[in-house]
């Protein structure tokens, strides 16, 4: 019997605490803000992010525009992979496989409404299963990718032909 109520007084104790993270974050990021992300955002055409990677941001709008090669890895022209692992290697400092479907199976899955900027995208645009595109996730939908028709881009989850061809989110795994 006592175990039980210890347990119980653990979950709760978790839970409140837990709580109180979370808000203080809410309360914290409500009332910051930041000139350089807003222009940032705003250059980039996706909504405001008070807690935005600085870093990713001018990355992303650095690249912006680059045409789109196949296996091409510079700002000259890249593909998809190239482009999400020069993100990985210059934003973040790790290295990750240069195949989109190697970066997936090698990250932890992750649901489509629990995604965190940074967090990698993966599509199936051949239909099916097999991974073939790949992309960061930002926020509120949007992604940074290379796109075979406009090169580096930001698009949206939410769109047809991304929603129909999303597989999953990734965490990469180190």
């Given at each position: ?65 680059t045409k789109y090669c196949y ?104």
């Amino acid at each position: 019997m006592n175990k039980v109520i210890l347990f119980l007084l653990i979950v709760a104790s978790i839970r409140v605490s837990a709580q109180a993270d979370t808000i203080a974050i809410t309360n914290d990021s409500s009332t910051t803000s930041n000139p350089e992300i807003e222009a940032l955002c705003s250059e980039l055409g996706i909504p405001n992010n008070v807690e935005a990677d600085l870093d990713l941001l001018i990355f992303v709008l650095d690249w912006r525009g680059t045409k789109y090669c196949y296996g091409g890895s510079s700002k000259e022209c890249t593909d998809c992979s190239g482009f999400t692992s020069n993100v990985y290697k210059q934003v973040y400092e790790k290295n990750i496989p240069r195949v989109s479907r190697d970066i997936y199976s090698n990250s932890m899955p992750i649901r489509k409404n629990a995604l965190y900027e940074g967090d990698l995208v993966f599509f199936a645009t051949s239909g099916g299963d097999v991974i073939s595109h790949v992309g960061i996730y930002l926020w509120d939908g949007f992604f940074a990718h290379a796109s075979s028709s406009k090169g580096v881009t930001i698009s949206n989850l939410r769109t047809g032909y991304y929603m129909k061809t999303f597989v999953s989110g990734g965490a990469w795994i180190d």
